[in-house]
């Protein structure tokens, strides 16, 4: 009974814990648009929130980090999706289901991608924080490809070179999308028709493992 009890409450606590980050979310995107992004501080996203600056803090290090939460939940399902059927499977095959679904994840929430993404572009300080968190997502692409290869110097040097390409391009196909197209554009298309010139690419990493 007392395990049920305190699954009960440990459910309760998170959920509580759900609606106070959701509630901050949601201010902080109010805010932004109504004063801007520079003239929104923690203090005013608190208070929209109706909580302590302090609570704030137990969530996100700073409100540049309010942009970049759903990228820090969208790299942990990539991880997640890069994690192949079994050693049979084609090289290739887990970067191109990871990608496609993030492509798919970014199309249906858009409005929210593209207003996130017209911040970012407008201030040159976050442009450094989204380099940043590319870069996480070319380690994941990066680790992958050793662990299925092998960890060798020669080995880590190639992916990291065909990880960072490909990431290089989802970002570029990001920002067409986003950026000159606002959204008006299929952006699973577009990452399909991309992955197709990595295809050849990854799966000749194998070939050069085993030379």
Same mark, same amino acid.
């Given at each position: 009974?007392?395990?049920?009890?305190?699954? =009960?409450?440990?459910?309760?606590? /998170?959920?509580?814990?759900? !609606?106070?980050?959701?509630?901050?979310?949601?201010? =902080?995107?109010?805010?932004?648009?109504?004063?801007?992004? !520079?003239?929104?501080?923690?203090?005013? !996203?608190?208070?929209?929130?109706?909580?302590?600056?302090?609570?704030?803090?137990?969530?996100?290090?700073?409100?540049?980090?309010?942009?970049?939460?759903?990228?820090?939940?969208?790299?942990?399902?990539?991880?997640?999706?890069?994690?192949?059927?079994?050693?049979?499977?084609?090289?290739?095959?887990?970067?191109?289901?990871?990608?496609?679904? +993030?492509?798919?994840?970014?199309?249906?929430?858009?409005?929210?991608?593209?207003?996130?993404?017209?911040?970012?572009?407008?201030?040159?300080?976050?442009?450094?924080?989204?380099?940043?968190?590319?870069?996480?997502?070319?380690?994941?692409?990066?680790?992958?490809? #050793?662990?299925?290869?092998?960890?060798?110097?020669? +080995?880590?040097?190639?992916?990291? #070179?065909?990880?960072?390409? !490909? +990431?290089?391009?989802? &970002?570029?196909?990001?920002?067409?999308?986003?950026?000159?197209?606002?959204?008006?554009?299929?952006?699973?298309? +577009?990452?399909? /028709? =991309?992955?197709?010139?990595?295809?050849?690419?990854?799966?000749?990493?194998?070939?050069?493992? &085993?030379?």
């Amino acid at each position: 009974m007392d395990s049920l009890v305190e699954s =009960a409450e440990g459910g309760l606590r /998170e959920r509580k814990k759900a !609606i106070v980050k959701n509630a901050l979310v949601e201010s =902080a995107y109010t805010l932004f648009r109504k004063r801007g992004f !520079i003239d929104t501080s923690v203090d005013d !996203i608190a208070e929209h929130a109706r909580v302590s600056r302090r609570t704030f803090f137990r969530y996100f290090p700073s409100k540049d980090d309010v942009l970049f939460l759903d990228r820090r939940a969208s790299l942990e399902t990539f991880k997640m999706l890069l994690e192949p059927g079994d050693d049979n499977e084609p090289l290739f095959l887990p970067l191109k289901r990871a990608w496609q679904a +993030m492509a798919k994840l970014y199309v249906s929430q858009s409005a929210h991608v593209l207003e996130t993404q017209a911040i970012i572009d407008a201030h040159p300080q976050l442009r450094g924080r989204e380099l940043d968190a590319d870069r996480l997502w070319t380690t994941a692409m990066t680790k992958y490809l #050793i662990d299925r290869l092998g960890d060798t110097a020669s +080995m880590r040097l190639r992916a990291r #070179i065909v990880a960072s390409a !490909i +990431m290089g391009a989802a &970002r570029t196909i990001v920002r067409q999308w986003s950026t000159e197209r606002k959204g008006n554009a299929d952006l699973v298309n +577009m990452t399909n /028709e =991309a992955l197709a010139l990595f295809e050849p690419l990854v799966e000749g990493l194998r070939s050069s493992a &085993r030379a």
